[in-house]
């Protein structure tokens, strides 16, 4: 199963492309601009300003090679611009070496990469890896137009925090108060697509209305035995739960096991790579593991293009605080 349905010939690539292609896109800053350049327009280059294909690489009047910003021209509307304009890496002075890097890392790399560790593997300040990452994952993000989920579907909730109790002192001998940890909610196919989201609470009023935005009602629903989940069973094909409590955890194939295992994939990531994720981003982090996870049947080079090619038509803005 692909990410939103789309067909794995979308992304199929020679293994040459793969072995050679993307490492040397991670060395050669010229390689990343012109492979970058292949996953976006394939054989066509075209305008990313008016879509015309009557476009034109820029090169050194002197040297005849290409111009220094990678530049490409359109002989229609007579703009200039490069494969980063309309990307997440757009206005990024970073290197395309480094963004096909952290790319390529964060696509191998089952439970994640730190910036920490893209700032010492590319020489790059850990500000640039963050800002550089922290994109990355929103090019992962999911289509917000994608069908719901069918078939046989899990739900479960989980909660993501501090594994034990922090406090913030608010003075000397002030109070204290306790960091909560975030609850999660996930629907996830058997065999297919999952759907994660950031929940205010887990009373029965918010979960219901969680499954019922993310999971098709055509569908069978499997849920623990939680109170907040009771009443959808009028909603949808069939609803059947486990008694975790009595410590049953299956009934032939009625469980959340499938669910239960993604909960486990994205804290041991939390725990191992991350040690620690505010509330703020968790989204972001949330979208990388669902991509991993919806692109798990591709190899690695094909999940590093799909990422890529996930990039356009994104923008991430920074919004600086207001002075007052």
Known sequence: MYNDGMKKDTYKLSKSQVVENIPLACSNEL???????????GDTPACVKCGSVNVYKMTDAKTGERNTRFLWRCRDCKEQYTVRIGTVYEESRIELRHWA??????????????????????????????????RIRFAMAPDPDSPKLDGIVECDET???????????LGKRGPREDIPKTPVFVAVERQGRIRRRILPDVTGETLK????????????????????YRGLGAE??????????TREYARGPVHTNTAES???????????IYHNVSREYLHRYLWQYDFLWNNREMNDGERTIAAIKGAEGKRLMYQPSSVN
């Open 262 to 272: 993604s909960h486990a994939l994205v804290k041991r990531g939390i725990v191992g």
């Open 31 to 41: 390689a990343a601009v012109e492979f970058f350049e292949k996953q976006r327009w």
């Open 159 to 169: 909660y993501i925090g501090p594994r034990k109790p922090r406090y913030i002192r």
């Open 101 to 134: 890097y952290a790319f390529w890392r964060a696509c191998t790399s089952k439970k994640g990469v730190s910036a920490l560790e893209i700032k010492r593997q590319c020489q790059i300040s850990y500000k640039s890896a963050l800002f550089l990452m922290n």
């Open 236 to 245: 949808f094909q069939e609803h059947a739960t486990v008694n975790h409590s």
């Open 209 to 228: 209305q969680a499954v019922r935005e993310e999971v098709d009602r055509r569908a069978v629903l499997l849920t623990d035995e939680a109170y907040a």
